[in-house]
Protein backbone atom coordinates (compact mmCIF):
# COMPACT_ATOMS: atom_id res chain seq x y z
CA UNK A 1 0.00 0.00 0.00
CA UNK A 2 1.17 3.39 -1.01
CA UNK A 3 0.81 6.08 1.28
CA UNK A 4 0.00 9.55 0.46
CA UNK A 5 2.19 12.53 1.71
CA UNK A 6 -0.07 14.60 2.85
CA UNK A 7 -1.32 13.25 6.33
CA UNK A 8 -4.97 12.53 6.77
CA UNK A 9 -6.89 14.52 9.78
CA UNK A 10 -7.56 11.22 11.59
CA UNK A 11 -4.13 11.11 12.73
CA UNK A 12 -5.00 12.82 15.53
CA UNK A 13 -7.49 10.95 17.05
CA UNK A 14 -5.80 7.62 15.88
CA UNK A 15 -2.70 8.57 17.53
CA UNK A 16 -5.29 9.88 21.02
CA UNK A 17 -6.81 6.66 21.33
CA UNK A 18 -3.98 4.86 20.95
CA UNK A 19 -2.23 6.26 23.65
CA UNK A 20 -5.60 5.98 25.85
CA UNK A 21 -6.06 2.60 24.86
CA UNK A 22 -2.35 1.68 25.60
CA UNK A 23 -2.10 3.44 29.21
CA UNK A 24 -5.75 1.41 29.88
CA UNK A 25 -4.43 -1.73 28.95
CA UNK A 26 -1.31 -1.18 31.00
CA UNK A 27 -2.77 -0.20 34.28
CA UNK A 28 -5.35 -2.75 33.96
CA UNK A 29 -2.48 -6.14 33.08
CA UNK A 30 -0.78 -4.83 36.38
CA UNK A 31 -3.74 -4.80 38.03
CA UNK A 32 -5.09 -8.32 36.74
CA UNK A 33 -1.64 -10.19 37.43
CA UNK A 34 -1.12 -8.58 40.51
CA UNK A 35 2.80 -8.98 40.18
CA UNK A 36 3.71 -5.27 41.10
CA UNK A 37 6.14 -3.47 38.91
CA UNK A 38 6.91 -6.77 37.21
CA UNK A 39 3.56 -6.83 35.41
CA UNK A 40 4.34 -3.98 33.94
CA UNK A 41 7.06 -5.69 31.39
CA UNK A 42 3.71 -8.08 30.55
CA UNK A 43 1.37 -5.37 29.36
CA UNK A 44 4.20 -3.57 27.66
CA UNK A 45 5.00 -6.99 25.56
CA UNK A 46 0.92 -6.90 24.59
CA UNK A 47 0.72 -3.23 23.95
CA UNK A 48 4.27 -3.49 21.90
CA UNK A 49 2.35 -6.45 19.82
CA UNK A 50 -0.51 -4.26 19.09
CA UNK A 51 0.99 -1.33 18.41
CA UNK A 52 3.26 -3.43 15.66
CA UNK A 53 0.18 -5.01 14.23
CA UNK A 54 -0.94 -1.39 13.28
CA UNK A 55 1.86 -0.46 11.89
CA UNK A 56 2.85 -3.52 9.81
CA UNK A 57 -0.99 -3.17 8.35
CA UNK A 58 -0.05 1.23 7.40
CA UNK A 59 3.39 -0.89 5.70
CA UNK A 60 1.61 -3.22 3.72
CA UNK A 61 3.01 -6.35 5.02
CA UNK A 62 2.53 -8.99 3.01
CA UNK A 63 3.28 -12.80 4.55
CA UNK A 64 3.25 -15.54 1.81
CA UNK A 65 2.40 -13.18 -0.63
CA UNK A 66 -0.94 -12.28 1.13
CA UNK A 67 -2.18 -9.58 3.42
CA UNK A 68 -4.82 -10.92 5.61
CA UNK A 69 -2.19 -12.59 7.76
CA UNK A 70 -1.48 -9.41 9.72
CA UNK A 71 -5.01 -8.19 9.36
CA UNK A 72 -5.49 -11.72 11.63
CA UNK A 73 -3.04 -11.33 13.56
CA UNK A 74 -4.14 -7.62 14.38
CA UNK A 75 -7.28 -8.98 15.15
CA UNK A 76 -6.71 -11.73 17.14
CA UNK A 77 -4.10 -9.46 19.19
CA UNK A 78 -7.44 -6.79 19.63
CA UNK A 79 -9.25 -9.63 20.99
CA UNK A 80 -6.77 -10.91 23.46
CA UNK A 81 -6.29 -7.40 24.93
CA UNK A 82 -10.20 -6.97 24.99
CA UNK A 83 -10.59 -10.40 26.65
CA UNK A 84 -8.15 -9.49 29.35
CA UNK A 85 -9.81 -5.82 29.79
CA UNK A 86 -12.96 -7.85 30.45
CA UNK A 87 -11.56 -10.18 32.68
CA UNK A 88 -10.37 -7.29 34.79
CA UNK A 89 -13.48 -5.65 35.47
CA UNK A 90 -15.32 -8.80 36.58
CA UNK A 91 -11.98 -9.56 38.77
CA UNK A 92 -12.84 -6.44 40.02
CA UNK A 93 -16.58 -7.12 40.57
CA UNK A 94 -17.35 -3.62 37.87
CA UNK A 95 -19.49 -4.37 35.25
CA UNK A 96 -19.25 -1.17 33.49
CA UNK A 97 -15.68 -1.80 33.53
CA UNK A 98 -16.16 -5.14 31.92
CA UNK A 99 -18.42 -3.40 29.06
CA UNK A 100 -16.41 -0.67 28.34
CA UNK A 101 -13.09 -0.90 28.88
CA UNK A 102 -12.44 -3.02 25.70
CA UNK A 103 -14.41 -0.11 23.55
CA UNK A 104 -10.86 2.27 23.63
CA UNK A 105 -8.41 -0.79 21.94
CA UNK A 106 -11.30 -1.55 19.58
CA UNK A 107 -12.02 2.06 18.94
CA UNK A 108 -8.24 3.04 18.63
CA UNK A 109 -8.54 -0.30 16.44
CA UNK A 110 -11.29 1.07 13.96
CA UNK A 111 -10.19 4.53 13.59
CA UNK A 112 -6.34 3.23 12.45
CA UNK A 113 -8.37 1.74 9.72
CA UNK A 114 -10.03 4.51 8.72
CA UNK A 115 -6.88 6.87 8.84
CA UNK A 116 -4.88 3.83 6.28
CA UNK A 117 -7.75 3.76 3.95
CA UNK A 118 -7.45 7.62 3.83
CA UNK A 119 -4.25 7.84 3.46
CA UNK A 120 -4.00 5.62 0.96
CA UNK A 121 -2.80 6.66 -2.62
CA UNK A 122 -5.74 5.72 -5.48
CA UNK A 123 -3.01 6.01 -8.14
CA UNK A 124 -0.79 3.77 -6.26
CA UNK A 125 -0.43 0.00 -8.09
CA UNK A 126 -2.30 -2.53 -6.47
CA UNK A 127 -1.04 -5.42 -4.49
CA UNK A 128 -1.40 -7.69 -7.33
CA UNK A 129 0.12 -5.45 -9.13
CA UNK A 130 3.21 -5.15 -7.14
CA UNK A 131 3.67 -8.97 -6.52
CA UNK A 132 3.91 -8.97 -9.85
CA UNK A 133 6.53 -6.42 -10.33
CA UNK A 134 8.17 -7.80 -7.55
CA UNK A 135 8.38 -11.62 -9.60
CA UNK A 136 9.10 -9.89 -12.29
CA UNK A 137 12.44 -8.35 -10.70
CA UNK A 138 13.22 -11.36 -9.23
CA UNK A 139 13.12 -13.40 -12.74
CA UNK A 140 15.30 -10.59 -13.72
CA UNK A 141 18.02 -11.01 -10.86
CA UNK A 142 18.02 -15.35 -11.31
CA UNK A 143 18.71 -14.39 -14.90
CA UNK A 144 21.45 -12.11 -14.19
CA UNK A 145 23.09 -14.69 -11.74
CA UNK A 146 22.85 -17.37 -14.20
CA UNK A 147 24.90 -15.31 -16.68
CA UNK A 148 27.30 -14.79 -14.77
CA UNK A 149 27.88 -18.07 -14.03
CA UNK A 150 27.55 -19.00 -17.45
CA UNK A 151 30.27 -16.46 -18.77
CA UNK A 152 32.54 -17.80 -15.80
CA UNK A 153 32.06 -21.40 -17.11
CA UNK A 154 32.72 -20.51 -20.63
CA UNK A 155 36.05 -18.38 -19.37
CA UNK A 156 37.17 -21.30 -17.34
CA UNK A 157 36.86 -23.67 -20.32
CA UNK A 158 38.54 -20.99 -22.68
CA UNK A 159 41.11 -20.62 -20.56
CA UNK A 160 41.61 -24.58 -20.17
CA UNK A 161 41.41 -24.50 -24.07
CA UNK A 162 44.41 -22.22 -24.40
CA UNK A 163 46.13 -23.98 -22.12
CA UNK A 164 46.24 -27.44 -23.80
CA UNK A 165 47.12 -25.34 -27.36
CA UNK A 166 49.96 -23.69 -25.95
CA UNK A 167 51.34 -27.25 -24.60
CA UNK A 168 50.60 -28.39 -27.99
CA UNK A 169 52.58 -26.07 -29.31
CA UNK A 170 55.59 -25.74 -27.34
CA UNK A 171 56.06 -29.82 -27.88
CA UNK A 172 55.74 -29.50 -31.31
CA UNK A 173 58.68 -26.58 -31.41
CA UNK A 174 60.19 -28.94 -29.28
CA UNK A 175 60.09 -31.59 -31.71
CA UNK A 176 61.00 -29.43 -34.83
CA UNK A 177 63.98 -28.08 -33.07
CA UNK A 178 65.04 -31.88 -31.98
CA UNK A 179 64.50 -32.80 -35.38
CA UNK A 180 66.83 -30.21 -37.06
CA UNK A 181 69.62 -31.13 -34.35
CA UNK A 182 69.24 -34.84 -35.14
CA UNK A 183 69.92 -34.26 -39.00
CA UNK A 184 72.50 -31.73 -38.16
CA UNK A 185 74.26 -34.42 -36.27
CA UNK A 186 73.82 -37.37 -37.99
CA UNK A 187 76.82 -38.96 -40.50
CA UNK A 188 75.34 -38.62 -44.13
CA UNK A 189 75.23 -42.26 -45.50
CA UNK A 190 77.63 -41.90 -48.23
CA UNK A 191 76.50 -44.60 -50.96
CA UNK A 192 78.72 -47.85 -51.69
CA UNK A 193 81.33 -46.35 -55.08
CA UNK A 194 81.78 -49.08 -57.43
CA UNK A 195 85.24 -48.78 -58.70
CA UNK A 196 85.44 -48.36 -62.86
CA UNK A 197 87.29 -51.35 -64.51
CA UNK A 198 90.22 -49.88 -66.30
CA UNK A 199 89.78 -50.70 -70.30
CA UNK A 200 91.75 -52.71 -71.50
CA UNK A 201 94.24 -51.91 -74.38
CA UNK A 202 96.06 -54.31 -76.35
CA UNK A 203 99.96 -54.74 -75.48
CA UNK A 204 101.98 -51.66 -77.11
CA UNK A 205 103.56 -53.31 -79.90
CA UNK A 206 107.59 -52.63 -79.54
CA UNK A 207 109.16 -49.57 -81.43
CA UNK A 208 109.57 -49.87 -85.22
CA UNK A 209 110.51 -47.82 -87.68
CA UNK A 210 106.75 -47.90 -89.22
CA UNK A 211 105.73 -45.77 -85.96
CA UNK A 212 107.99 -43.31 -85.17
CA UNK A 213 104.46 -41.01 -84.59
CA UNK A 214 102.86 -42.87 -81.78
CA UNK A 215 105.92 -42.98 -79.25
CA UNK A 216 106.92 -39.17 -80.03
CA UNK A 217 103.22 -38.51 -78.78
CA UNK A 218 101.81 -39.41 -75.80
CA UNK A 219 98.57 -40.80 -74.59
CA UNK A 220 95.61 -37.87 -74.19
CA UNK A 221 95.03 -37.00 -70.60
CA UNK A 222 91.41 -36.26 -69.19
CA UNK A 223 90.51 -32.59 -68.59
CA UNK A 224 90.56 -31.22 -64.96
CA UNK A 225 86.85 -30.92 -65.00
CA UNK A 226 86.71 -34.78 -65.35
CA UNK A 227 88.98 -35.33 -63.09
CA UNK A 228 87.50 -33.12 -60.59
CA UNK A 229 84.23 -35.07 -60.75
CA UNK A 230 85.77 -38.26 -60.58
CA UNK A 231 87.71 -37.60 -57.92
CA UNK A 232 84.54 -36.78 -55.72
CA UNK A 233 82.27 -39.00 -53.44
CA UNK A 234 78.70 -40.06 -54.56
CA UNK A 235 77.81 -37.73 -51.32
CA UNK A 236 79.79 -34.76 -52.53
CA UNK A 237 78.42 -35.16 -55.72
CA UNK A 238 74.77 -34.89 -54.62
CA UNK A 239 75.18 -32.35 -52.16
CA UNK A 240 76.69 -30.58 -55.24
CA UNK A 241 73.75 -31.39 -57.50
CA UNK A 242 70.80 -30.91 -55.10
CA UNK A 243 71.65 -26.60 -54.44
CA UNK A 244 71.80 -26.58 -58.50
CA UNK A 245 68.96 -28.42 -59.51
CA UNK A 246 65.06 -28.29 -57.84
CA UNK A 247 64.25 -31.46 -58.25
CA UNK A 248 65.82 -35.00 -57.10
CA UNK A 249 65.72 -36.46 -60.58
CA UNK A 250 67.41 -33.70 -62.19
CA UNK A 251 70.17 -34.28 -59.52
CA UNK A 252 70.22 -38.28 -59.91
CA UNK A 253 70.60 -38.10 -63.88
CA UNK A 254 73.11 -35.43 -63.31
CA UNK A 255 75.39 -37.59 -61.29
CA UNK A 256 74.74 -40.45 -63.27
CA UNK A 257 75.81 -38.67 -66.70
CA UNK A 258 79.17 -38.17 -64.58
CA UNK A 259 79.19 -41.75 -62.72
CA UNK A 260 77.98 -44.24 -65.79
CA UNK A 261 78.83 -47.38 -63.63
CA UNK A 262 77.11 -45.44 -60.46
CA UNK A 263 74.55 -47.59 -58.74
CA UNK A 264 71.38 -45.24 -59.84
CA UNK A 265 69.65 -46.39 -56.66
CA UNK A 266 72.44 -45.67 -54.39
CA UNK A 267 72.91 -42.24 -55.59
CA UNK A 268 69.14 -41.87 -55.43
CA UNK A 269 69.48 -42.68 -51.83
CA UNK A 270 72.15 -40.28 -51.62
CA UNK A 271 70.34 -37.59 -53.01
CA UNK A 272 67.54 -37.44 -50.86
CA UNK A 273 70.04 -37.40 -48.04
CA UNK A 274 71.32 -33.93 -49.07
CA UNK A 275 68.06 -33.19 -50.13
CA UNK A 276 67.29 -33.38 -45.97
CA UNK A 277 70.09 -32.08 -45.12
CA UNK A 278 69.86 -29.20 -47.37
CA UNK A 279 66.12 -28.41 -46.03
CA UNK A 280 66.78 -28.86 -42.56
CA UNK A 281 69.70 -26.09 -42.32
CA UNK A 282 67.46 -23.73 -44.93
CA UNK A 283 70.20 -23.86 -48.15
CA UNK A 284 73.97 -24.01 -48.02
CA UNK A 285 75.78 -21.09 -47.24
Request: charged share 20%.
Amino acid sequence: MHIRDIPTPLLVPAIALSGGSLAWTTWSLVDLLGAGPWGITVAAGADIIWASVIWAEARGLRICGHRWPVAAIGWAALVAVAGFLVWHGIEEHHTAMAVAGPFLPLGAKVVWLLALADMRDPAALTDDERAQLALMERGLVFEEQHHSIEMRRRAMAAELLLAEVSIDFEIELARQDKGRELARRAPIAIAPITREPEPITPSTPASSPEQPQALAHPEPTMTSAIADHEQKSIAELARDHVAIHPTNPAAINAICSLRPTADRPSVGAAVRRARRELDARGGYR
